[in-house]
């Protein structure tokens, strides 16, 4: 899901010197690039016996990303219970922890970044993952792998959230949503529903090419020009 994007200070364009966490795309409010994959149940291994309801939990949980954001989350904390029924005993005490060491990571990087210049959703997110990995870890202890599988799956989540893949097709998706509630009656010039319609139609490229900086920036913009003229 997630793309990995390196690089060492907070900023606009890729570097590859350090593989550590930074904002891309900054002037947007940006997204989290971590250079980290983190867990995801989309790469692990559905067992052959998976129950119907806990197979449409992965597809839920899979197709919420082209969802708009709260939309999204929402539908992703309803499955959280059934791909834990899915995958615990798929994945053990140990492939849960490996996983844990992955988010851990994700986190690690995260938190190097100055608090001071995370814009606030991001920041949220971050504290978020930190304090799921603590209560997964907790549960872990305790033999809880159900506890655990869920607060792994709730931290992850939340720094995919804001990571660029995640960001890129959230916004996409807001301002797709926007363009088709615009009315004849709304004050939006021929030309501005013109340049609306071929940011959109850039933002989708983007997101087809995988080009996730290049999305957000459309989806950006398509956003300021609705709220420019849409009153």
Do not use: K
């Amino acid at each position: 899901m997630m793309a990995a994007v390196l690089g060492t200070l907070l900023g606009c364009e890729d570097t590859t010197t350090d593989p550590l966490a930074r904002i891309v795309a900054g002037e947007t409010a940006g997204a989290l690039a971590l250079g980290v994959d983190l867990p995801h149940p989309g790469s692990w291994t559905v067992p052959d016996d998976a129950t119907p309801e806990s197979a449409d939990a992965l597809v839920r949980w899979l197709t919420s990303w082209d969802l708009p954001g709260d939309e999204g989350r929402g539908v992703r904390n309803l499955t959280y219970s059934s791909l834990a029924t899915l995958f615990v005993p798929e994945l053990g005490r140990g492939g849960i922890g490996e996983q844990l060491d992955r988010l851990a990571e994700g986190v690690r990087r995260a938190l190097l970044l100055p608090e001071e210049q995370l814009p606030e959703r991001i920041h949220v997110r971050i504290s978020e993952a930190a304090n799921a990995h603590a209560l997964a870890l907790d549960a872990l202890r305790a033999e809880n792998l159900r506890d655990a599988m869920v607060q792994l799956l709730a931290g992850s989540d939340a720094l995919r959230e804001v990571g660029p893949e995640a960001v890129a097709r959230t916004m996409v998706s807001e301002v797709v949503a926007g363009r088709r509630n615009i009315s004849a009656g709304d004050s939006y010039s021929e030309q501005d529903l013109e340049r609306l319609d071929r940011l959109l139609r850039g933002g989708r490229d983007a997101l087809s090419d995988q080009d996730w900086v290049r999305a957000i920036r459309r989806a950006y913009y398509a956003r300021g020009l609705m709220v420019r003229d849409g009153a």
